[in-house]
Nanobody, 115 residues
Framework: QVQLVESGGGLVQAGGSLRLSCAVS????????MGWYRQAPGKQREWVAG???????NYADSVKGRFTITRDNAKNTVYLQMNGLKPEDTGVYYC?????????WGQGTQVTVSS
């Protein structure tokens, strides 16, 4: 059973930074792709950033240049460094891990950015 556990969320003022972590039970190297999504109140869940097994990264336009996704296969953890936070970044952030056969989600961590 794969488990993903996010942490690192919290309340921060606009312009501040947070680093989210996603700890994965078992090896992260088996996942073709890992990513972060977020869901703001009253809105659909949206993709934020992704990283492949080879380390290639992609970002939503809304976070490009501010957020950085990394993965540490030795620690079975994926990170999302968030700088220059804006109130519109507020939401529940979810970690995702996928193979060609399966898709896994964490329970989410709340990020609140005050203006």
């Amino acid at each position: 059973q794969v488990q993903l556990v996010e942490s690192g969320g919290g309340l921060v003022q606009a312009g501040g930074s947070l680093r989210l972590s996603c700890a994965v039970s078992g090896s992260t190297s088996r996942f073709n792709h890992m990513g972060w999504y977020r869901q703001a109140p009253g809105k659909q869940r949206e993709w934020v950033a992704g990283i492949t097994g080879s380390g290639s990264t992609n970002y939503a336009d809304s976070v490009k240049g501010r957020f950085t996704i990394t993965r540490d296969n030795a620690k079975n953890t994926v990170y999302l460094q968030m700088n220059g936070l804006k109130p519109e970044d507020t939401g529940v952030y979810y970690c995702n891990a996928s193979t060609i056969f399966s898709d896994y989600w964490g329970q989410g961590t709340q990020v609140t950015v005050s203006s």
